[in-house]
């Protein structure tokens, strides 16, 4: 009998504690979905169009997403890509992260640029759609990027870099789930507003060849 009771008052206290904790899971998970800001603020607030935000929230699944570092700015990517196309014509760097709030099923998304002194040849590999923009664009439905050339503003000299900004989802590539082309759309929408915040930001002549709004029919 008393060893009943015993089991007893643990299975108690254990049901307890899983209680407790289902209970502090979803306190954390309030108090990070209260503390998430909208796409356009992401980034140092330049960077996610409405339209960008739209197309992350088909993405991720979430309309808010854990606040950037206040050094996840393309502000900040510009000033790097300057310094070093100064001292070399090649060099890469991120841009920025984007996280889901705690308790929302998802990943992380990356964006990064990549600095290039030569035009890119040749069309973008098999994984890619062909898009019309910048010097050379594609999308998929995991991934998308788009390549501009930049002369003027923060960029001394006369020839002109070449810069891929890339978006990529953090987690290992898996089969997508949903609407294939309106995720390939998706991506490149986003990799567009990227790649138009950081044109302007740097002052490439004529925003780098990019228009205002993304080409998003194959080319």
């Not at 209260?34 to 409405?50: F, I, T």
């Not at 089969?175 to 995720?183: F, H, K, M, R, S």
Request: some cysteine; proline content about 6%; aromatic content about 6%.
């Amino acid at each position: 009998m008393r060893r009943a009771t015993a089991g007893l008052a643990m299975a108690v206290s254990l049901a307890a504690g899983v209680v407790g904790c289902g209970e502090d899971e979803k306190s954390r998970a309030e108090e990070a979905w209260e503390q998430a800001v909208p796409p356009e603020r992401l980034c140092g607030g330049a960077a996610v169009s409405a339209r960008a935000g739209e197309a992350l929230e088909l993405i991720t699944g979430s309309s808010r997403f854990e606040a950037s570092s206040e050094t996840s700015t393309v502000a900040d990517a510009a000033q790097e890509l300057s310094d070093q196309f100064t001292s070399s014509f090649t060099g890469h760097g991120d841009i920025c992260r984007v996280f889901t709030p705690v308790g929302v099923p998802g990943d992380s998304m990356r964006i990064t640029w990549r600095l290039s002194g030569t035009a890119p040849t040749g069309g973008p590999s098999s994984r890619y759609t062909a898009l019309r923009m910048g010097e050379q664009a594609g999308t998929a439905p995991d991934r998308a990027f788009v390549t501009f050339a930049c002369q003027g503003g923060e960029l001394p000299g006369l020839s002109p870099a070449h810069i891929d900004i890339h978006v990529n989802f953090g987690a290992v590539p898996t089969e997508p789930e949903g609407d294939v082309e309106a995720l390939k759309k998706a991506y490149a929408t986003v990799a567009h507003s990227f790649s138009l915040a950081m044109a302007k930001e740097m002052g490439c002549e004529g925003d780098g060849g990019l228009e205002a709004q993304p080409s998003l029919d194959p080319a």
